[in-house]
């Protein structure tokens, strides 16, 4: 049995008294503490500071759409920019391709639809063939709905993808009918924290960035603004929830620090992925390796807010079950348990990475081949033996984690795994040293009461008739 279990089975806390006055075990229960404990005032003046930077940093990096028309027209000339229509397709037949020689019969697919908005509304329009060979050729059956684009300039229309609205918005109906079933109000909070993230994302880092401001000063505040948004909405405005948002703040600043260094040294351009040259065509301003290195600390922040809120509830919990316990031994016993929400979560912070990037994965993996495994290191002696092959797997791997896109991905883990390490000690000595400090302040002072309670009852006894 543990130190932590032996002192709570041994001790029975009666906190009351036959002159009334109680005191509550939940030292982070309410605001009370804030006018006793120097610390929560540190932490409250800290995250005040944090809050007007962050409310100054938005309205200073509001976007004012000043060069949407610029980039609007960028977007129009790479092609990347259209209106969408919904359209029903009429056919789909598989013929020879318009270019097609008898020494090459190629063959493709050719698409009528009826589009609903545009020059062709409500008409019938062939779209342009789509080669059998070429990768990601739509498989459409007559009656299914898709989308189309439609260039104004060139009265020109294109297949954009298929027609998948419908099941995305019945899958979140499914998904905010589960969360409020299972968590009830407090699932009606997160929802709300995640409507409050999304809205965010949409509608100020993607457009601050977009409209000329720095990524990672505009990643900043906004994570900022989204972990005051989320943390007070889901957990409530609390000193649980103060001391957990000081710990997340705390943390993601460690994060940016290490993930700056380590992003400017290993020299990540940002045009590796076709997104980010897309976003440099459009608007070539913009610093694509700030735009990853803001991307990484937004990545972190989900995460960092988990395990400080867990790490905080620990020693709350931990102080509510034995009042006994010191400063030390929540820190010790907080320490233990936050072991296993690291490795738990790092391994959740990987997998999160490199399912988003399992395709690209594969493709680098392919790299890596079995007559290659097979030829013993040039810096190695050829008598080594297994040891030669096992050095060649190891630089192969390395080799292909040195591509910028694959490289990116561990780097972002890394970093932000690194922040998640540093979010446990950090949020449980503060949680600790609040709780623990309180919690021998109010042992001294119910002493100080029995005491005088003991002096009050021995004065009565000697002052009252034999």
Known sequence: MSEVEEDTDSYRPSHSHSHGHSHSHDAMGDWEILATHPLLKFIVGFLAIGAAVTVIGIVALWPQNENRDEIATRANQAGLAYDLYSAEVESAEEELCSYATEQDPQRCVTVIVT??????????????????????????????????????????????????????????????????????????????????????????????????????????????????????????????????????????????????????????TGYASDASASLGTVFPGVSISSVLLAGAVLG??????????????????????????????????????????????????????????????????AKLTNDQLDQPAPILSNDLGP?????????????????????????????????????VPATTILAAVLVGTSAKREAEELSREEADAKVSDDSKEIDSPA
């Open 115 to 268: 589009p609903a908005g545009g020059s062709a509304a409500d008409q019938l329009l062939v779209l342009s063939e789509y080669n059998l060979q070429q990768i990601g050729v739509p498989d459409l059956e007559p009656g299914q709905s898709i989308v189309v684009g439609y260039v104004p300039t060139q009265d020109f229309y294109i297949f954009i993808d298929i027609e998948r609205r419908v099941p995305i918005v019945a899958l979140t109906l499914f998904f905010i009918i589960v969360v409020l079933a299972l968590a009830r109000k407090r699932g009606a909070y997160a929802l709300l924290s995640m409507a409050s993230t999304v809205i965010i994302l949409v509608g100020f880092i993607g457009p601050s960035i977009l409209n000329g401001n720095d990524p990672l000063l505009v990643a900043i505040v906004g994570a900022s603004l989204i972990a005051f948004s989320s943390l007070y909405l889901t957990h409530g405005v609390s000193p649980t929830t103060t001391v957990a948002l000081a710990g997340t703040l705390s943390a993601l600043l460690i994060t940016l620090f290490v993930s700056k260094v380590f992003f400017e040294w290993a020299g990540f």
């Open 300 to 365: 972190a922040l989900g995460a960092l807010d988990d395990i400080t809120v867990t790490q905080v509830a620990t020693i709350s919990e931990l102080h509510e079950r034995n009042p006994k316990l010191t400063v030390r031994q929540l820190f010790t016993s907080g320490i233990k348990i936050g072991r296993e929400h690291i490795a738990s979560t790092v391994n959740t912070l990987l997998l999160a990475y490199a399912g988003a990037s399992l395709p690209l994965l594969m493709l680098s993996s």
């Open 387 to 423: 040891l030669s092959t096992i050095y060649r797997f190891f630089e192969q791997q390395l080799n292909v984690a040195n591509s910028e896109e694959i490289a990116v991905e561990v780097v972002r883990t890394l970093c932000g795994s690194i922040g998640l390490v540093a979010a």
